[in-house]
């Protein structure tokens, strides 16, 4: 069975005011261009959505509430984000699971609601540096794979981005090996759930990933794109990774 297209996506989290809109029309001139051989992907903060969306790349959301509606003061739904256009939403990404609480159950509710929608959900999943010392990478990731993908979720639906914790915007990278190996029990656990057709399941690396690593990273068997910080928010640097799939 063949590789699953792979996605570069761009997680801009807390960046951006509207003056950014031009680093996607900068982006968008780039990938016309050149010649591509991967999909896409923009997550900008909520409030640059609606200016994105028709400007060439695929635009989705970084958060969303597990509910389609109610008295949910300053959250977004899943049906709001599709409304805008958003084609995908990352759940469950370290920083909300840290900073905001969010267990695995809270992560699996919020990609029902995505999926609900007709979109896609990008799983995030990925152990602490102090995890990664005692040795737990595989079950902690086992652990949030498992607990984190919803009874409704298909093949079709969900991607899955492995970012260890310790490596998300510090310069660190893990070899080659270890993201070989993390990958491989991903893919393992995928098969599990949805059989044959979890081969197609895109699995993103993220951590520190920039131009400079991109082509070694994206390598690696079961890497299948890139979920990526801060080297996403200038379009020259984004390019620099995208162009791994030319």
């Not at 920083?95 to 799983?123: M, S």
């Not at 082509?215 to 690696?220: G, I, N, Q, Y």
């Not at 079961?222 to 020259?236: P, R």
């Given at each position: 069975m063949a590789a699953p297209k792979a996605l570069v996506a761009g997680n801009w989290k807390m960046n951006g005011l509207t003056a950014s809109v031009d680093q996607i029309e900068k982006l968008n001139a780039l990938v016309t261009e050149g010649s591509v051989g991967c999909d896409i992907l923009i997550c900008p903060p909520a409030t640059l959505i609606s200016a994105l969306s028709g400007k060439g790349i695929d635009i989705g959301a970084q958060d969303c509430h597990m509910n389609v509606s109610g008295a949910h003061t300053g959250d977004i739904s899943a049906?709001?984000?599709?409304?805008?256009?958003?084609?995908?939403?990352?759940?469950?990404?370290?920083?909300?699971?840290?900073?905001?609480?969010?267990?695995?159950?809270?992560?699996?509710?919020?990609?029902?609601?995505?999926?609900?929608?007709?979109?896609?959900?990008?799983?995030?999943?990925?152990?602490?540096?102090?995890?990664?010392?005692?040795?737990?990478?595989?079950?902690?990731?086992?652990?949030?794979?498992?607990?984190?993908?919803?009874e409704n979720a298909s093949a079709d639906n969900t991607v899955i981005a492995y970012e260890p914790v310790w490596a998300i915007g510090t310069g660190k990278v893990p070899t080659t090996n270890d993201v070989a190996e993390v990958h491989a029990v991903i893919r393992s656990l995928l098969l599990d759930r949805f059989g044959?057709?979890?081969?197609?399941?895109?699995?993103?690396?993220?951590?520190?990933?920039?131009?400079?690593?991109?082509?070694?990273?994206?390598?690696?068997?079961?890497?299948?794109?890139?979920?990526?910080?801060?080297?996403?928010?200038?379009?020259?640097?984004?390019?620099?990774?995208?162009k791994t799939y030319q």
């Open positions: 049906a709001m984000l599709k409304d805008l256009g958003c084609h995908y939403v990352i759940v469950g990404h370290s920083e909300r699971r840290a900073d905001h609480g969010e267990t695995n159950d809270t992560v699996k509710a919020k990609a029902k609601a995505v999926q609900e929608q007709g979109l896609t959900a990008i799983i995030c999943v990925g152990e602490t540096d102090e995890e990664r010392e005692k040795g737990e990478t595989l079950d902690v990731v086992t652990s949030q794979v498992v607990g984190s993908i919803p044959d057709a979890g081969e197609m399941v895109r699995i993103q690396y993220g951590g520190s990933v920039k131009a400079s690593n991109a082509s070694e990273l994206m390598s690696v068997a079961n890497v299948n794109g890139a979920l990526v910080g801060g080297a996403s928010l200038k379009a020259e640097d984004f390019y620099g990774i995208i």
